[in-house]
Structures are given as C-alpha cells and as structure tokens.
C-alpha cells in the first residue's frame, strides 16, 4: 500500500459520498493469504465503489485484479494464476445480520470502520481455488500426460481375473 493511505475507513461515509478508492497492495503485505502462495511475488490491484444499498445501509463493490503464484496439486510446481474478481458487500454492525434479501455478502464493522487490506485479503482468499492445479494437464509438471493415462487403462482392462471362475460358479449356486 501507498505510504500515507488511510486503511481504516468510515465506510457509511464514504457511502454517503459515493465513493470510489482504488489501491495496490502488494501480496506480501496480506499475512491472510501468506501461507496460501508459492511465494510473495505479485500484486493485487483492487477498487472499492462504496453507495448506498437497496435497503438504505453502506454497501461496496469490490473488484480484484492482479496474478498469484500457487503450487498445484498434481506436480507440486509453482504456477502463475490470474485472478479477476467482483464482490458485492453490504457492511452491518450486528452479529446476526442475514443479507440474503439483498443479495450481497455481510461485513461486520467495528465501530463503523473497515480494513481496505482485508477487504481486498477477503476478496483474493474468494478468488483463490480450493485445490489449485495447473490449468492444462499437458503442461503440468509431473504429472501423468494423458497418453499414458490412456496406456495404463488399456493395461488394466487385459489384466488376468483370477477368480472370476470363482464368481460365475457363486452366481450359479445362487441360482439353485
């Protein structure tokens, strides 16, 4: 984040005001999302359109852009994944709130203010896949291509059954 940048916010001022606050952070200044990344690399440019919801409150669209690099799970090899995401945000001050009627995602304030930086940490652990895995198997480090995918089904399939005599003669002594 820029130096001298506010990251705490009033979000129903800003609101009020329609504000729209755009910030770069870089992906080593978000310890959320730390231990989820090959490495600290990469950056994460993000713009908050705070306004008013439907139902009166302070509400924010979030939109992430920038690139991470995770390890994928089939090679264990870094990979670069590109991240684009939007979120809808309606801010509230009560534990129990359900915004379902409005569509858009809850975020408790703490004395009507949030953090830009977990907003934005938020909005890039929603962007993150579950199990990240290099987009295309061919290209994937270590792992099986899918010609030997094919060969090793076909090895299988001419495999001896060594008690399937045994299976039929079950069949037919249930038969009697």
Do not use: H, N, W
Not at 1 to 29: F, K, P, S
Not at 49 to 59: C, D, L, R, Y
Not at 85 to 95: G, M
Not at 134 to 148: F, T, V, W, Y
């Amino acid at each position: 984040m820029a130096r001298g940048l506010r990251d705490i916010v009033d979000c129903e001022r800003l609101a009020e005001q329609g504000a729209v606050v755009e910030r770069v952070y870089a992906l080593a200044d978000l310890p959320r999302v730390q231990d989820l990344l090959a490495d600290l690399s990469g950056a994460l440019r993000v713009r908050f359109a705070f306004a008013q919801t439907e139902s009166g409150g302070a509400g924010v669209t979030i939109e992430a852009d920038g690139g991470a690099r995770l390890v994928c799970q089939r090679c264990m090899q870094p990979f670069e994944f590109p991240i684009a995401a939007r979120s809808e945000i309606e801010f509230t001050t009560d534990r129990r709130a359900d915004s379902q009627s409005s569509g858009r995602e809850p975020f408790l304030l703490v004395e009507g203010r949030a953090s830009l930086a977990e907003l934005a940490a938020e909005e890039l652990l929603l962007a993150l896949p579950l199990v990240p895995a290099c987009s295309e198997l061919e290209g994937c480090g270590k792992a099986q291509a899918p010609r030997a995918l094919e060969a090793a089904a076909v090895v299988l399939q001419q495999t001896t059954r060594p008690f399937r005599a045994l299976q039929d003669l079950l069949k037919k002594t249930d038969r009697t």
